[in-house]
């Protein structure tokens, strides 16, 4: 699975295992100098394109210019980073914590237990709703950025996980009760 990345709020699009050069110019500042094309026609880039061209292994292209609807330039990972050291160490290590925390982002192997049952629409415009609400959104339109977005969604999804554990095993709503009760030295309904 490839890792989404998202460099300086802007999210990098993926075509056929490639990177977009375009995204990563627009994440980087967008400077001419810095321009997709002044990079590929970079000596040192151009061997680096040979070199993982005739890599024994490579089964794709490092390189792959479209034009139209998904045009541009894409680029495999190697040419990402290289690209990256070309502008600055500022944005090549932008780009190293980026692959870092799509890594870390990737989901987990699945778990044989069964989540409950997925929430209802109705129940999804309240909770988007309440968390509207939280965030202090009155309006009826409001734009929320793609990484509070992914902070709730990620919220919603630990959430399911714990009402799953609690559904799929209750010995363990026991077990926590009794912790409780241990570490307050007191049992439910003795008052306060």
């Known amino acids: 699975m490839m890792a989404h ?60 210019k479209n034009q139209g609807r998904s045009g541009g330039t894409w680029v495999c990972k190697e040419l990402v980073y290289a690209y990256a050291m070309w502008i600055s160490p500022k944005f090549n290590l932008e780009v190293i914590r980026a ?20 929430i209802q629409d109705d129940e999804k415009l309240k909770l988007i709703n309440d968390v509207a609400k939280s ?15 992914m902070a709730m969604i990620q919220t919603i999804r630990n959430y399911q996980q714990q009402l799953a554990r609690i559904q799929t095993n209750p010995a363990w709503v026991d077990q926590t009760i009794e912790r409780v009760k241990t570490a307050t030295g007191r049992g439910f309904g003795d008052g306060i």
Not at 99 to 118: C, H, K, N, R, V
């Open 5 to 64: 990345l998202m460099i300086a709020s802007k999210d990098i699009r993926t075509l056929d295992g490639l990177y977009s050069l375009n995204d990563l110019h627009k994440a980087s500042g967008s400077e001419s100098r810095h321009l997709p094309a002044q990079f590929l026609r970079n000596q040192q880039t151009k061997e680096l394109i040979a070199e993982i061209d005739n890599y024994a292994n490579s089964h794709s292209l490092a390189v792959n």
């Open 99 to 118: 692959f870092d925390q799509a890594q870390t982002e990737q989901p987990p192997e699945p778990i044989q237990q069964s989540l409950p049952a997925p």
């Open 135 to 149: 965030l202090g959104i009155t309006e009826s339109i409001a734009v929320v950025s793609a990484t509070d977005i």
